[in-house]
Every structure is written in structure tokens, then in C-alpha cells.
């Protein structure tokens, strides 16, 4: 499937509008789950700035993200038992920009260039590595922010905003290729396995219903954290054992 650039422009387009929706459910929804909200536009709105500026790791983010917003309406059409045309409409979106992010000539504006290859003297099966991970970084980092910023009846909160920063810096260190990136993934993943439910509180608007669907229970989010460093446990320990 060629139009490289019409599809890309087509998915910045879907993360942008969700951008605003996001931020200006934060601003005009309730002031309990702002913090939230203005996440999760951050989490959009970084999908759309890296897809625009060209960083190598912005195709597979975007993909996750868009990934995210398709599970979140899956989870939220099996729990109403209904088809909802707003969480339709969300997956929908959400599975077009999955689409247009797809195949490889896509790859070739992103992790195709050989410039940062060359500067982090990364072979084919390292690419596809770090890929991986990044996908599962964007699926993960959403959920996680929800989890983290939603409003909640009962304690945990420290917790809660000590994963956040786990998972933020973690998910820096990993575009930036470093250890400790994987090992904070990693370390929040185990966290929030070991924690108990989230109980989070149900709020009205459009942002903010769709923000509730999209929690999940901590064990499976520690999952995906654990999964997004999996990737990089064997080569790390081949390289310890190398010392």
C-alpha cells in the first residue's frame, strides 16, 4: 500500500483531533479527572508530533497508541453490552490510524533511516527489538496514566503516581536505547503487579467516560510493562555474562 505520505498525514490527523478532545474535555469536564485527561492529550499529542518531526520511534508509538484506543472500545462495547456509537466511532478511528502507520514502505520516513542505526550500531533483530518494546510502551503508557491520575475513593495514590514516574522515565530511557529505561519498565510492571485493584471513580463527559474504560487491573497492566521490557532481558544478560 503506497500514498506513504497521505496516510501518514491522514493518521497525525486522527491523533490530533484526539489531542484536542482530550485536552478540552480537561479543561471544560470535571476538575477531578483534569489531570487525567491533559495526560492522556499528552499521550496523543506526542504521537502526532513525533509522527510530523520524523523521530524513529514515532511509527511503532503511534501504532501502540493506536492500539490502546481499539482496546478501549473493545472493553467498552463487551462491558455495556450494547454497540455505543461514541466508543464505535473511537475504535474505529483508532484502527484507521493503525492501518495508515502499517507496511513497510511506512517504516521507511521512520526506523527505515540508517542514521540513528548507525549511531546506536543497531542490526536488523535490534531493530525489530526495540520495536517491539516501543509498540508495548505505547499500548502500556496510556493505560497506566489512567490508572495512575483517575480518581480513586480509597488510598494507593503514592503508589499509584510512583509507577507514572517509573513508566515515564522508562519509557524515555528506551527511545534513548538506555538500561535503566528497561529496568524502570520493568520495575513498574512488577509494582503494580503486587498492588491491589484500582476502584476508580465513574465521572461524567465524553473524555472522561472513555478515560474510565480504559483502566484495566494492575496485574494485567504490570503485564504489558513486563512485556514491553521483555525484549531486552536475554541480551542484557548475555552481556553481563560477557563480563
Not at 497508541?65 to 475504535?91: D, N, S
Not at 503508557?141 to 488510598?155: A, D, N, S, T
Not at 503486587?194 to 487491573?217: D, F, K, R
Request: hydrophobic residues 55%; glycine residues 14%.
Amino acid at each position: 500500500m503506497k500514498l506513504v505520505g497521505e496516510r501518514r498525514a491522514l493518521a497525525a490527523a486522527v491523533f490530533a483531533f484526539y489531542f484536542l478532545l482530550m485536552f478540552m474535555n480537561a479543561m471544560l469536564g470535571p476538575e477531578q479527572t483534569a489531570k487525567a485527561l491533559y495526560a492522556l492529550a499528552g499521550v496523543y499529542g506526542l504521537a502526532f508530533f513525533g509522527l510530523v518531526a520524523g523521530y524513529f520511534w514515532a511509527r511503532w508509538y503511534s501504532v501502540g497508541v493506536a492500539i490502546f484506543g481499539l482496546i478501549v472500545a473493545v472493553v467498552g462495547v463487551w462491558q455495556m453490552g450494547a454497540f455505543e456509537p461514541v466508543l464505535i466511532f473511537f475504535g474505529g478511528t483508532h484502527l484507521a490510524a493503525a492501518v495508515f502507520l502499517w507496511g513497510d514502505r511506512m517504516s521507511e520516513p521512520y526506523e527505515g533511516q540508517h542514521a540513528w542505526r548507525e549511531r546506536y550500531h543497531m542490526d536488523d533483530n535490534a531493530v525489530q527489538r526495540l520495536g517491539r518494546s516501543v509498540m508495548r510502551a505505547g499500548v502500556s503508557l496510556p493505560f497506566v496514566l489512567l490508572y495512575g491520575l483517575m480518581p480513586r475513593p480509597e488510598g494507593g495514590a503514592l503508589a499509584a503516581l510512583a509507577v507514572v514516574g517509573l513508566t515515564l522515565v522508562g519509557f524515555g530511557g528506551l527511545v534513548k536505547l538506555r538500561t535503566w529505561g528497561v529496568l524502570a519498565l520493568g520495575l513498574a510492571g512488577a509494582t503494580l503487579a503486587m498492588v491491589a485493584g484500582p476502584h476508580l471513580t465513574h465521572v461524567g463527559s465524553v473524555g472522561a467516560g472513555i478515560a474510565h474504560v480504559g483502566t484495566l487491573p494492575p496485574l494485567l497492566l504490570g503485564a504489558l510493562l513486563i512485556a514491553t521490557a521483555a525484549p531486552f532481558v536475554r541480551p542484557m544478560g548475555r552481556w553481563i555474562a560477557a563480563r
